[in-house]
C-alpha cells in the first residue's frame, strides 16, 4: 500500500506549555483506507490532525504528506491535498452565500469560473444545498452548516479527507448518508481520517483505529481487534461500543462489528439448528 501521510517521532508543545501535547508519534497513513483516531478529551488527537496540513509543525521529529516534509511546505500547498472539516462548522464559515462559501477555495487555487461553477453545482445537489445557494451559511442550522463545511473541503477533491467529530447533531440518516459518503470517497482511492468519540461510529467504517492517551499512541492495530481489547479501552478512559456489548451479551465468540453481521450470525445459527 502507498504510504500518504508519515510521522516520524514527533512531538509537539504548544507555546508556554512545559508539556508536549503529543510525545514520540510514529505512523503510517496509507492511500484509500479509512482510519480513525480516539481517545478521551487531551488525548492529542486534535494537535495530531492540525500536523497534516501544516497548521501545526513538529516541535521534534518531521511529518510527511507524499514524501514533502511539512516544514518546508506551505498550508496553502498542504490544503489543496490534504482537508479537514473541523468540529464546529461556525469556525470554518465567513462567505456571504453558500454559494461563495463553497467556491472560496477553488478560487483562491485559481481555478476558471467554468470549473468552479460545475464543482460548486456538483457538491451542491450532492448535499441538498441547492435551496440555499444565496443564503448566508451562518444562518443555517447546525447540519445544513455541516453539509456546508463538508462540501466546500470535498469541492477541491482533496486526496486525503480528515473529518473532526463528524457525527455530532446528525440523526440516524444523516449518519447513514455520511457513511455512504465515505464508502464513495474510498472507492475513489481516498484517504478517510476520522477523529471522534462515536466509537458506534468507528467501528462500522473504519479499517484501523489509533487509539491515544495523554498525547502518545497506545496501539494501532484493526477496529476488530480494538473494540474487543477491553482492557486497552479501559486504560484510554473509552467506553466499549455497543455493538461489541451485544455481541458478547448474545454469546457470540465472534468479533462483530454492525448489526448486520450480528443478524447474518444469528441467521447462520437459526438455520444450522432446524438442519
Do not use: C, W
Not at 53 to 77: C, F, Q, R, W
Not at 105 to 129: P, T
Not at 157 to 178: A, S
Not at 245 to 263: H, N, P, Q
Request: net charge negative; hydrophobic share 40%.
Amino acid at each position: 500500500m502507498k504510504k500518504i501521510i508519515e510521522f516520524k517521532k514527533v512531538s509537539y508543545r504548544y507555546q508556554f506549555e512545559e508539556k508536549f501535547a503529543i510525545e514520540d508519534i510514529n505512523l503510517e497513513i496509507y492511500e484509500g483506507e479509512v482510519l480513525a483516531i480516539i481517545g478521551s478529551n487531551g488525548a492529542g488527537k486534535t494537535t495530531l490532525i492540525k500536523h497534516m496540513n501544516g497548521l501545526l509543525k513538529p516541535t521534534i521529529g518531521d511529518v510527511y504528506v507524499e514524501g514533502l516534509n511539512t516544514k518546508n511546505v506551505t498550508v496553502a500547498e498542504l490544503s489543496r491535498k490534504v482537508g479537514i472539516v473541523f468540529q464546529n462548522a461556525d469556525y470554518q464559515l465567513f462567505a456571504q452565500t453558500v454559494y461563495d462559501e463553497i467556491a472560496f477555495a477553488l478560487k483562491n487555487f485559481g481555478f476558471e469560473e467554468e470549473e468552479i461553477k460545475k464543482r460548486v453545482d456538483n457538491v451542491l445537489e450532492y448535499f441538498s444545498l441547492k435551496q440555499y445557494v444565496e443564503n448566508s451559511p451562518l444562518l443555517l442550522s447546525g447540519g445544513e452548516k455541516k453539509r456546508v463545511a463538508l462540501a466546500s473541503v470535498l469541492v477541491y477533491d482533496p486526496k486525503v479527507l480528515i473529518l473532526d467529530e463528524p457525527t455530532i447533531g446528525l440523526d440516524f440518516v444523516q449518519k447513514k448518508n455520511l457513511k455512504n459518503l465515505i464508502s464513495d470517497m474510498k472507492n475513489r482511492n481516498k484517504t478517510i481520517i476520522i477523529v471522534t468519540h462515536d466509537l458506534d461510529f468507528v467501528a462500522e467504517i473504519a479499517e484501523r483505529v489509533v487509539v491515544m492517551k495523554n498525547g502518545r499512541i497506545l496501539r494501532i492495530d484493526s477496529s476488530r481487534e480494538i473494540f474487543y481489547d477491553e482492557d486497552l479501552l479501559t486504560n484510554a478512559d473509552l467506553i466499549t461500543p455497543s455493538i461489541v456489548r451485544i455481541t458478547k451479551g448474545l454469546g457470540i465468540k465472534d468479533k462483530l462489528l454492525s448489526l448486520d453481521e450480528v443478524l447474518e450470525r444469528i441467521d447462520f445459527v437459526i438455520r444450522n439448528v432446524q438442519g
